[in-house]
């Protein structure tokens, strides 16, 4: 059973009537609130923001017993227990969706420790959430995320934040049984790929966005990677043709928790210019995603769960963490399951204090809407599985933005392109770029295969290697010994028309084991496979790695893509989440760690390793120094010195014992 809390006789921000009412319009209470315009507690509540951190909890604690106290007082708060209540919102209360009411308590007690769900729900223009019978879950519970991070923004955590929600939803669909389709965007989230998307039959039920935000706007992507603001309008546009069936709305949206990474170089007396933009980029204003949840609840009749402030990126991902499992496994209604999921992601994320008023619910249907996925199978055919011969999907990944949305779009159909080469010097992750891109884009092929070319002085074993991958993950039967120019001659034709009339996806790893010292190929053949895997004129795409381009390739149809260094934000974002107590390493521990590293991220994780060993770690030498020192391990993995001899010589010279 539900509540309705009416704000009514609005006369001020800080004056009007509550009236509480049952489900069936009886009246049970009412007050009338009247504030003291030049209050401190009035000032905290247009901005909250100002009392976060650890030092404002006492500040936040107090401010609850304030707005249980003033703002509900005991008559009403009495009726407040184990109960949704709907709070009703004629178009002059708006600014009521700006007051943190979630925080109100009453000696000790707050809101969600009494089991009580506030819901927010417009009143007085447009049909309102519910006004329209909603399309039933079908043969399968569908999932639209999107993750937009555009280049010249303040970097988001969007990457950990999107593994971790898809690692849930998948394990829920395999553990459980039930029907799931999941689908990520991210990496080039446009306006048209939104669009396209959303016009997919039969639509989707559930929409989670986790991205830059300003009132009344999403900030998605242009084709060239820059932002691109979205009206509520403009966005309602885009995803009307999911009107019927679209449930229920996820909104993560403002500027994320990078900021931690930021502060970290401050106290390391760096500078980085991604973290001078993070500085100074203009943060939502206080209050509501007002804007757009009100287009969703109204124009697309969904439930939506918004942000009110600046969502921390571990509250995101740990409040996803927790609310989808008790949607999709325990099946609990909407507002029930964000009830119970609150207190956990607050623990796991960031404890009491302002993250327990940045949630906002709105939509009334909120009390009984259930996502109960149908139930399904689970293939236990070892051919059928896709993406077999991949590596996992690394925990941690980190930058790449621009490169990757770039590729996105090159290995897109009718693009232009063949393919995509990631360009880099060893271990500045071209293979992490390549497995990275290839899970996110494994919807739009029918099949993928991964191919890593061996090193070696034999030189059949690159084509024993790709026959083999053919054979294995493609399903390309008759491939025959590729290193005999005879049949290779003989197979190319096929294979071309193949990938011209098929959508495949085909990655080889380590180009540079088919080349000379000179960047020549080492055996003649492979010009001609080459020629034929960007020569087909289909849909079909290939991904290439390497530090060095391979001779004689069409530049139209192989697009390069420099991978470079990492930024010391994105460096110091990488860290942070291998050790969630990073932040509060040293400003000394933190320079010396970003030097030796130098935006190299495989040295960047032997660095981290080592100057957080705890002990025989010799005196800072200072900053040049340790400079040398990143230089010649760099010419070290230039020269091919495997990962564990240079591990070690860099524990030796932190450790004061030389080379």
């Not at 932002?227 to 309008?233: G, N, R």
Request: aromatic share 6%; net charge negative; with cysteine.
């Amino acid at each position: 059973m539900a509540l309705v809390l009416t704000a009514t006789d609005i006369q001020s921000p800080t004056r009007w009537r509550w009236l509480l009412s049952d489900e069936t319009g009886a009246s049970c209470a009412d007050r009338v609130v009247d504030l003291d315009p030049a209050s401190a507690q009035v000032a905290a509540l247009r901005d909250l923001t100002a009392l976060a951190g650890p030092a404002g909890t006492a500040d936040i604690a107090a401010l609850g017993e304030w707005i249980g106290r003033e703002i509900f007082g005991p008559t009403l708060w009495a009726y407040l227990d184990d109960v949704v209540v709907v709070v009703a919102l004629p178009p002059a209360a708006g600014f009521l969706t700006g007051y943190p009411l979630e925080l109100a308590a009453s000696e000790g007690r707050s809101l969600n420790d009494r089991l009580v769900t506030l819901v927010y729900e417009f009143t007085g223009s447009g049909p309102g959430a519910g006004a329209r019978l909603k399309e039933p879950v079908g043969d399968v519970l569908r999932i639209l995320a999107l993750y937009s991070a555009p280049t010249r923004e303040a970097p988001l955590n969007l990457r950990q934040e999107r593994f971790a929600f898809a690692t849930a939803v998948r394990r829920i669909e395999s553990r459980l049984r039930r029907s799931v389709e999941l689908r990520v965007l991210q990496y080039g989230v446009t306006r048209e790929r939104l669009r396209t998307v959303a016009e997919e039959y039969p639509g989707w039920d559930i929409l989670h966005v986790s991205a830059h935000g300003l009132l009344g706007s999403l900030v998605l992507e242009d084709a060239a990677g820059a932002p691109d603001p979205v009206p509520t309008a403009e966005l309602i546009d885009l995803l009307t043709p999911d009107r019927r069936r679209l449930k229920f709305v996820t909104l993560a949206v403002c500027d994320s928790g990078a900021a931690a990474a930021a502060e970290v170089l401050d106290t390391a007396g760096l500078e980085d210019p991604a973290a001078k933009a993070l500085a100074a980029a203009e943060h939502p204003a206080p209050g509501p995603v007002e804007g757009l949840a009100q287009g969703f609840v109204r124009q697309l009749d969904a439930v939506v769960l918004a942000m009110r402030y600046p969502v921390n990126d571990r509250f995101a991902a740990a409040l996803a963490g927790s609310l989808y499992p008790r949607l999709l496994e325990q099946r609990l209604p909407v507002a029930r399951a964000l009830t119970l999921a609150l207190p956990e992601a607050l623990a796991q994320a960031s404890g009491p204090g302002l993250s327990a008023a940045v949630p906002m619910l709105y939509g009334a249907q909120a009390e009984h809407l259930v996502l109960n996925p149908p139930s399904g199978t689970v293939s236990l055919d070892p051919a059928a599985v896709r993406m077999a011969g991949f590596d996992p999907e690394p925990d941690i990944f980190v930058g790449r933005t621009a490169t990757l949305a770039a590729a996105g779009a090159l290995l897109a159909p009718d693009s232009g392109a063949a393919g995509v080469l990631f360009l880099g010097r060893r271990g500045t992750g071209t293979t992490s770029c390549a497995l990275e891109l290839a899970y996110q884009l494994q919807d739009r092929f029918g099949a993928l295969a991964w191919c890593r070319l061996p090193r070696g002085e034999d030189l059949t074993a690159g084509f024993t290697a790709l026959a083999a991958t053919l054979r294995t993950q493609l399903g390309i039967v008759n491939v025959p010994d590729l290193s005999r120019p005879a049949d290779l001659a003989a197979f190319l034709p096929a294979l071309r028309r193949l990938l011209r009339e098929s959508s495949l996806l085909l990655v080889l790893d380590d180009a540079g084991a088919l080349l000379t010292a000179q960047a020549g190929w080492r055996a003649p053949l492979w010009s001609d496979i080459f020629d034929t895997l960007t020569g087909h004129g289909g849909d079909s795409r290939l991904i290439l790695t390497g530090d060095v381009t391979p001779p004689g390739l069409d530049a139209r149809r192989l697009r390069v893509l420099p991978v470079g260094r990492l930024t010391l934000l994105e460096e110091l974002q990488a860290v942070m989440q291998r050790d969630p107590a990073a932040p509060g390493i040293g400003g000394a521990q933190a320079r010396r760690m970003l030097t030796l590293a130098g935006g190299h991220p495989m040295l960047l994780t032997l660095a981290d390793r080592a100057t957080r060993s705890s002990s025989g770690v010799s005196a800072d030498p200072g900053e040049a120094a340790d400079q040398r020192l990143h230089e010649t391990l760099v010419a070290r993995i230039d020269a091919g010195d495997d990962w564990d001899t240079i591990a070690g010589h860099l524990q030796r010279a932190l450790h004061g014992e030389g080379a």
